[in-house]
């Protein structure tokens, strides 16, 4: 092993783990409080012990390499499991900390839960958050994710899932789309000349979703003709913006942009079946204190903005 620090497997592991996080020997040593030479002796040692490269160096950066990756992703668990178990104490419990992963879809960051974030470390300062902003299927055990927040049905009996809101949408779209095509008179119009949609993709294997459109006593699903298809929430805001289609939007995604004059409601006799946000998780025995608050502040977030819909 190098001369120099007596390697500690646990600070090693950490020191490797914040080295990836960071990007950098200098960044990880800032944040875990040591000096850079202490963290590289760590990472070295770790490696001789393990006898595999985990980082490759250059003079402008550090990556991680397939077997660092693989390693990783263990040695972030272990790191987590371990503050688990600590801030499950009485003694942490006022004030939670430690690391959390959660991933969230585009949009929701962007209106909802980002600007509303100072708030949460203001009371919170000691918790770290990842926030992995996506509209994927993300795998929870696989990817090291705690939480994610979803709309529509999950599918996973392997989460815990809670519901914390109600998605209500409805159809817009740009004024310099329906000043080219005109204003559709009824769903049917979408699917024909002139009219398009953009279209969304819950991800990039699946095609593109339908949606349905409920008036009284009649139901339609509508498939759309469309020549965009997208899988980001940010992405198929913007493309309707640009006048590329109509899109299915949630009220509170749409409500700025209409202010603006950006978008316009269309087919406004027509209504979109509220759809279900959850938050869910893994079904651990017990769920740590940072997750816990973190949940919790969650769904007082969305019940003031998107509360749950009270049948008519």
């Not at 996973?156 to 789309?177: E, N, T």
């Not at 699917?191 to 459109?213: D, F, K």
Request: glycine residues 8%; neutral net charge; contains cysteine.
């Amino acid at each position: 092993m190098p001369a120099g620090v007596p390697m500690d497997r646990f600070d090693a592991m950490q020191a490797f783990a914040r080295v990836v996080e960071t990007g950098s020997f200098t960044k990880a040593a800032q944040t875990l409080h040591m000096s850079r030479t202490t963290v590289t002796q760590l990472v070295q040692q770790l490696e001789a012990r393990l006898r595999v490269r985990l980082l490759n160096r250059t003079t402008r950066q550090v990556n991680v390499t397939a077997d660092g990756a693989a390693y990783y992703e263990h040695v972030a668990r272990l790191l987590g499991d371990l503050d688990d178990a600590e801030t499950s104490l009485s003694s942490f419990a006022a004030s939670p900390r430690g690391r959390l992963r959660v991933d969230v879809p585009a949009p929701l960051a962007r209106f909802l839960l980002v600007p509303a974030l100072p708030g949460f470390h203001a009371r919170y300062p000691d918790i770290q958050l990842d926030l992995g902003v996506s509209d994927r299927n993300v795998d929870l055990i696989d990817e090291n994710v705690d939480c994610v927040i979803r709309g529509g049905v999950l599918t996973d009996p392997s989460l815990v899932a809670r519901k914390i809101g109600d998605l209500q949408a409805a159809l817009f779209a740009a004024p310099a789309y329906l000043d080219s095509v005109g204003v559709p008179d009824h769903p049917g119009a979408l699917e024909a000349e002139p009219h398009r949609i953009v279209g969304y993709r819950g991800s990039r294997r699946a095609g593109v979703m339908p949606y349905v459109l409920q008036r009284g006593n009649e139901t339609l699903t509508v498939q759309g003709r469309h020549v965009l298809a997208v899988d980001d929430g940010n992405a198929y805001l913007a493309a309707g913006v640009a006048g590329l289609g109509v899109l299915w939007l949630p009220e509170y995604v749409a409500a700025t942009h209409a202010q603006r004059g950006e978008l316009q409601r269309v087919l406004t006799d027509w209504t979109v079946p509220a759809m279900p946000l959850h938050i869910a998780f893994r079904p651990n025995r017990h769920v740590s204190a940072k997750l816990r608050v973190f949940i919790d502040w969650v769904a007082d977030l969305v019940a003031a903005h998107l509360p749950i819909a009270t049948p008519p």
